[in-house]
Nanobody, 127 residues
Framework: QVQLVESGGGLVQAGGSLRLSCAASGRTFSRYTMGWFRQAPGTEREFVAAIRWSGASRYYADSVKGRFTISRDNAKNTVDLQMNSLKPEDTAVYYC????????????????????WGQGTQVTVSS
């Protein structure tokens, strides 16, 4: 397993941007599928984006497609989420997740697919 620590959350006005970063420890990070999820109060954890270990494939929730971009740097053991054109409905705690298993489009949106999680970082978008 890897240990994950998120950073970069904060308060931003609607239409603004934030960049979240997730730092991972562990020598096998470069082989992990990485994902971002979010959870608003009273709701279930929701898939946001995922990236294959090589960076060659990315997958997004429809709600963020065209606004958010996931990227990774395997040399630095980091995965980022650039969030543009933020909306109040993007307000949530954002979690970084990792799993060493083979990339599976059919399971990426399932939080149970990912075995390692960070502690989360709060993103608040004001209207």
């Amino acid at each position: 397993q890897v240990q994950l620590v998120e950073s970069g959350g904060g308060l931003v006005q609607a239409g603004g941007s934030l960049r979240l970063s997730c730092a991972a420890s562990g020598r096998t990070f470069s082989r992990y599928t990485m994902g971002w999820f979010r959870q608003a109060p009273g709701t279930e954890r929701e898939f946001v984006a995922a990236i294959r270990w090589s960076g060659a494939s990315r997958y997004y929730a429809d709600s963020v497609k065209g606004r958010f971009t996931i990227s990774r740097d395997n040399a630095k053991n980091t995965v980022d989420l650039q969030m543009n054109s933020l909306k109040p409905e993007d307000t949530a705690v954002y979690y970084c997740a990792a799993d060493p298993r083979v990339w599976d489009y059919g399971r990426l949106e399932d939080p149970n697919y990912f075995g390692s999680w960070g502690q989360g970082t709060q993103v608040t978008v004001s209207s």
